[in-house]
C-alpha cells in the first residue's frame, strides 16, 4: 500500500494500535470532522463503540502537539498515518470471491480531560481533502483541534480518533468497521527563566541545504552533523512505505523541538538556547515530517535540524533536504 509523507505543522507524542479499545458498533456521539457545533466545558465525553475487530492496520498511528493559540487556549495539530490492511482482514459474513478492500470514509476527534469531560472543539477538514480511501496522512485532511478554555496546562487529557470503515465497493458498502486510535498527553506549563538564565546565548551556526539521498547510484545518506559527512553517522536517513524516516547513530538521541515555528529559519543571531525539547521525549528511529524540526543530541553536541523537503523516488528510496544548525 502506498501513503504520502507526512507533512505536519507540529510534532508530539505518537499512539498506535496498543491503546486501541474494542466493542461494539454503536452509535455517534463525538465530534465529526468539519461539524460546525460548538462543545460546552462540561459536556460529559462520550464516544461511539467500535467493532470487535476491524482492518485497520497495526502500523496505524498519530502523533499530536499542543501550542498556546494566543489568546490564553491551546490547539492541537495531529499527523501520522492511518490505513487498512485488507490482505490480513476476513470480512465476516461476505461470500465473494475477491477480497474485500476497505477505505476510510470518516474520522472523528475528541479530546477528554481527566474528569471524562469533552474539551475540544469542532474540527475542520481542511479544504479540498478527501477521504475515502485506504490510507489517510492526517496532516492532509485537518488543520488543528481547538481546545476549550477548561484544557489547562499541568493536566493530562486522552486524545481519541476514531476510524469509520467500509468496502470500497458499491457491493461491499454492508461491510462496516469502527475503530479507535487514544493516547494520553500533557500540556506543559512554560518554565519562567531568570533574567541571568535568559541572557545565556550559544552561538549557533547554520549549515545547508544539504540533500541526503539513497537512489541507486546517488551518495550520502547519513550525516556527522560535526563533520557533515557520512562518517561516525550521527544519524541515517531510511525510507519505509516511502516516508522518511532518521535513525539514531550510537550513543545518539532524536528529539522533537518544541519551540521553532513549522518550516520558518531563524535569522540573525541564533542560540542554543532558543531551541527546546517537546514535552514527549526521544524517539531514535524518528518519523520525519516536512518542515519539521528536530534537536540531535550527540557527543560532540547538539544540532537542531529542520526537514526542508522530500522528493520520493519509490517505496524504500529518495531524496531529503535538511537544514541544520550546530554550535559555532
Known amino acids: 500500500m502506498k501513503f504520502q509523507f507526512v507533512k505536519t505543522l507540529l510534532l508530539g ?47 496505524s498511528k498519530i502523533s499530536v502537539d ?20 485488507s490482505d490480513e482482514f ?14 476510510i470514509d470518516k474520522l472523528q476527534f475528541d479530546v477528554g480531560d481527566k474528569n471524562n469531560n469533552r474539551v475540544s472543539l469542532p474540527v475542520n477538514i481542511k ?9 489517510i496522512n492526517l496532516i492532509s485532511v485537518i488543520d488543528e483541534i481547538p481546545l476549550d478554555q477548561d484544557a489547562t496546562c499541568g493536566d493530562k487529557f486522552t ?27 500533557s500540556i506543559p506549563c512554560k518554565v ?47 525510507i519505509e512505505d516511502g516516508t522518511p524516516f532518521f535513525d ?9 523541538e518544541g519551540s521553532q515555528e513549522t518550516g520558518v529559519i531563524p535569522e540573525g543571531k541564533v542560540c542554543l538556547e532558543n531551541f527546546s525539547e517537546a514535552y514527549n521525549g526521544k524517539d531514535n528511529h524518528m518519523e520525519l515530517e516536512q518542515m519539521g524540526w528536530y534537536l540531535i543530541k ?10 526542508d523537503s522530500f522528493m520520493r523516488q519509490d517505496e524504500t528510496r529518495g531524496d531529503l533536504t535538511i537544514i541544520y544548525f550546530k554550535k559555532k
Open 13 to 59: 507524542s505518537f499512539f498506535a494500535l496498543g491503546s486501541i479499545g474494542l466493542t461494539a458498533c454503536g452509535d455517534d456521539s463525538s465530534s465529526n470532522a468539519g461539524d460546525g457545533e460548538s462543545s460546552s466545558s462540561a459536556e460529559p465525553l462520550i464516544l461511539s463503540s467500535v467493532s470487535e475487530t476491524s482492518p485497520l492496520d497495526e502500523g
Open 90 to 103: 476476513e470480512t465476516e459474513g461476505y461470500e465473494g470471491d475477491d477480497r474485500v478492500y476497505y477505505v
Open 127 to 135: 479544504p479540498g481533502a478527501s477521504l475515502g480511501k485506504e490510507n
Open 298 to 307: 550527540t557527543s560532540s553536541g547538539t544540532y537542531a535540524v529542520m526537514i
Open 159 to 185: 486524545l481519541y480518533v476514531t476510524i469509520f470503515m467500509s468496502g470500497d465497493e458499491e457491493e461491499t458498502k454492508q461491510f462496516a468497521y469502527t475503530a479507535r486510535l487514544s493516547g494520553e498527553f
Open 192 to 238: 519562567v527563566e531568570s533574567s541571568s538564565a535568559a541572557a545565556t546565548c550559544t552561538e549557533m551556526e547554520k549549515v545547508g541545504p544539504i540533500t541526503l539521498s539513497n537512489k541507486l547510484g546517488d551518495g550520502q545518506y547519513a550525516i556527522n552533523f560535526a563533520t557533515g559527512t557520512a562518517e561516525s553517522p550521527s544519524v541515517t536517513m531510511v
Open 248 to 256: 539514531a547513530g550510537a550513543g545518539v538521541d532524536i528529539v522533537r
Open 66 to 85: 499542543v501550542q498556546a493559540d494566543g489568546k490564553g487556549g491551546y490547539i492541537l495539530s495531529l499527523s501520522g498515518i492511518i490505513k487498512t490492511d
